[in-house]
């Protein structure tokens, strides 16, 4: 916790397939182990959130993804000390040969999201995206530039 300090940025990604199954993964550790959740990890320096997303999702299952858009968001404090914020993604699969980090995670499949459900093992958030995903979707839109006096070396706005 000391290396993220009282503010933390996360991102996470439901990651689906042509036919509609949803890439999930079972953590070794944290409030999630055992469950049923989706790929995750924290924002590094030098890079946009997006681009955050796809990278903890390749590490963590090896499935390259395109970007769909935002779903939302998830902000929380942590025994009144800690700041804790999630973006959620949606990716597309541009394949199906996971190779599972096994160092994170007991395992990583794609599965239909009625099958996620009747498993007893799905998370809080699974079960509520499963049950409520909304449809509309932020949009990336990197072609905008606020002025070169900002510095900025990425810009991403996600727009309706």
């Given at each position: 916790m000391e290396k993220r300090g009282k503010v933390w940025l996360a991102?996470?990604?439901?990651?689906?397939?042509?036919?509609?199954?949803?890439?999930?993964?079972?953590?070794?550790?944290?409030?999630?182990k055992g469950k049923w959740s989706l790929p995750a990890g924290f924002v590094n320096a030098?890079?946009?959130?997006?681009?955050?997303?796809?990278?903890?999702?390749l590490e963590e299952?090896?499935?390259?993804?395109?970007?769909?858009?935002?779903?939302?968001?998830?902000?929380?404090?942590?025994?009144?000390?800690i700041s804790d914020n999630m973006i959620l993604f949606a990716l597309q699969a541009k394949h199906e040969n996971i190779v599972c980090q096994d160092?994170?995670?007991?395992?990583?499949?794609?599965?239909?999201?009625?099958?996620i459900l009747r498993d007893g093992d799905a998370s809080v958030l699974i079960r509520h995206l499963v049950e409520a995903l909304?449809?509309?979707?932020?949009?990336?839109?990197?072609?905008?530039?606020?002025?070169?006096?900002?510095?900025?070396t990425a810009y991403h706005l996600f727009l309706p």
């Open positions: 991102v996470s990604g439901l990651v689906t397939t042509g036919d509609g199954r949803w890439l999930v993964v079972k953590k070794k550790y944290g409030g999630l030098g890079e946009t959130v997006d681009q955050a997303v796809q990278r903890e999702v299952t090896g499935i390259e993804t395109e970007l769909v858009g935002m779903l939302g968001m998830r902000s929380g404090v942590i025994r009144g000390d160092k994170e995670l007991f395992e990583a499949r794609f599965l239909h999201p009625e099958n909304p449809k509309a979707r932020l949009r990336l839109d990197d072609r905008v530039n606020p002025g070169d006096h900002f510095g900025y």
